[in-house]
């Protein structure tokens, strides 16, 4: 059964980056069958997808991030990772790792149970 | 790029049937498929419709999707409602990038 964790720190302060790793179990991060990546859900408000990522090493990212997302792999530890730069605290939310699946169209898989992330003036 | 748009909240009795739109704001509904996720507070989402119309294993058959080309909208039809149904609900699609484009997401009040 794929279960994934995301770890990384509860609390960032503003203007500095944001940084989250995913653990994988239960699949192979080197799968040509998968992608990866985040989304994320500020305090009452809806889901959005923040990018994805393919085994080997393409990337999709939500324009409206611009250049400040950047998602990569590290399969030998059966991880991947998230930063988002120059937080502020809109960039406060829960953050969910997911694999995604592309057949029948791009939807989510499998979701982390996820982690919440405050940005502190 | 388009928006998928929803409306915020809607309310219902223990046993009557509600639907929840998911309208586009341009370019086909039937271009690219849309799922909806079910999500009760405090957990991840979980998804209760794909391929438009399609009900995952598991998922009751009191949960419907379609799709409506003349309004351009897809539809999350709940039957029977159920005390359990109250949750937030997300319509799901993408674009020719490969971006995934969430609704707004609904809230459903079984009262």
């Known amino acids: 059964q794929l279960q994934l964790q995301e770890s990384g720190p509860g609390l960032v302060k503003s203007s500095e980056t944001l940084s989250l790793t995913c653990t994988v179990s239960?699949?192979?991060?080197?799968?040509?069958?998968?992608?990866w990546g985040w989304l994320r859900q500020a305090p009452g408000k809806g889901l959005e997808w923040l990018g994805t990522?393919?085994?080997?090493?393409?990337?999709y990212y939500n324009p409206s991030l611009k250049s400040r997302v950047s998602i990569s792999l590290d399969p030998p530890n059966q991880q991947f990772s998230l930063k988002l730069t120059s937080v502020t605290a809109a960039d406060t939310a829960v953050y969910h790792c997911?694999?995604?699946?592309?057949?029948?169209?791009?939807?989510?898989?499998?979701w982390g149970q996820g982690t919440l992330v405050s940005v502190s003036s | 790029n388009f928006l998928l748009t929803q409306p915020h909240s809607v309310s219902e009795s223990p046993g009557k049937t509600i639907t929840i739109s998911c309208t586009r704001s341009?370019?086909?509904?039937?271009?690219?498929?849309v799922q909806w996720y079910q999500q009760r507070p405090g957990s991840a989402p979980t998804t209760v419709i794909s391929?438009?119309?399609?009900?995952p294993s598991g998922v009751p058959h009191r949960f419907s999707g379609s799709i409506d080309r003349s309004s351009n909208s897809a539809s999350l039809t709940i039957s029977g409602l159920k005390t359990e149904d109250e949750a937030d609900y997300y319509c799901?699609?993408?674009?020719?990038?490969?971006?995934?484009?969430f609704g707004g997401g609904t809230k459903l009040t079984v009262l």
């Open positions: 341009s370019g086909n509904i039937a271009i690219n498929y």
């Open positions: 239960g699949a192979s991060l080197n799968s040509r069958s998968h992608y």
């Open positions: 997911a694999k995604f699946d592309d057949t029948s169209g791009w939807h989510v898989g499998d």
């Open positions: 799901q699609s993408y674009d020719s990038n490969n971006h995934l484009i």
């Open positions: 391929e438009n119309d399609q009900r």
């Open positions: 990522i393919y085994y080997f090493g393409s990337t």
